[in-house]
T-cell receptor, first 112, second 111 residues
């Protein structure tokens, strides 16, 4: 079946630290990969995406590269800010499938 | 900007009441989803639809029901609310392999 595994949280960092949140997937087809962010009291917002191998998605200083050989899509940011505190979800959509699949979410807290 | 809307944003209701959570999208997406999000953050798919008059149960068993009479509308109904239904409910839509768009969610409290 299709599944997504994210790095366990919570993750707490100081401002300007380097961030990595790991995400790996298993898929029966060729997925598109996503990172979503959820701020307190809100729904999920798309942060970035990649639709084919070696694509790099980027937005707001965050980056993730579609690694087909390792079935991974790790989220990185070089210098985090307090405003990046949120819950981050890795997700996949399989072409032709009916469902999108998410990881369990990683809560990130950035301290000043 | 996402064109998917959920109402109400917050709802406090007594045990035994019937409730309907509304979800509407204006993007013409065929696929729509309902997720239940527990306090530990994890998203549990409870219902999905890939078009008008088609609905399927998701990965998490739920006492709620859904309908899809129009492409843009995907309401979720609880016939008799219980405290165990207290949660955040998120609606989403997507078009094939494109990104999913989420509503802001409905936070339901059953007292």
């Amino acid at each position: 079946g299709n599944s997504v595994t994210q790095m366990e949280g919570p993750v707490t960092l100081s401002e300007e630290a380097f961030l990595t949140i790991n995400c790996t997937y298993t898929a029966t087809g060729y997925p598109s990969l996503f990172w979503y962010v959820q701020y307190p009291g809100e729904g999920l917002q798309l942060l970035l995406k990649a639709t084919k191998a070696d694509d790099k998605g980027s937005n707001k200083g965050f980056e993730a590269t579609y690694r087909k050989e390792t079935t991974s899509f790790h989220l990185e940011k070089g210098s985090v800010q307090v405003s990046d505190s949120a819950v981050y979800f890795c997700g996949i959509i399989i072409q032709g499938a009916q469902k999108l699949v998410f990881g369990q979410g990683t809560r990130l807290t950035i301290n000043p | 900007e996402a064109d998917i809307y959920q109402t109400p944003r917050y709802l406090v209701i007594g045990t035994g009441k019937k409730i309907t959570l509304e979800c509407s999208q204006t993007m013409g997406h065929d696929k729509m989803y309902w997720y239940q999000q527990d306090p530990g953050m994890e998203l549990h798919l409870i219902h999905y639809s890939y078009g008008v008059n088609s609905t399927e149960k998701g990965d998490l068993s739920s006492e709620s029901t859904v309908s899809r009479i129009r492409t843009e509308h995907f309401p979720l109904t609880l016939e008799s609310a219980r405290p165990s239904h207290t949660s955040q409910y998120l609606c989403a839509s997507s078009d094939r392999v494109h990104e999913a768009f989420f509503g802001q969610g409905t936070r339901l409290t059953v007292v």
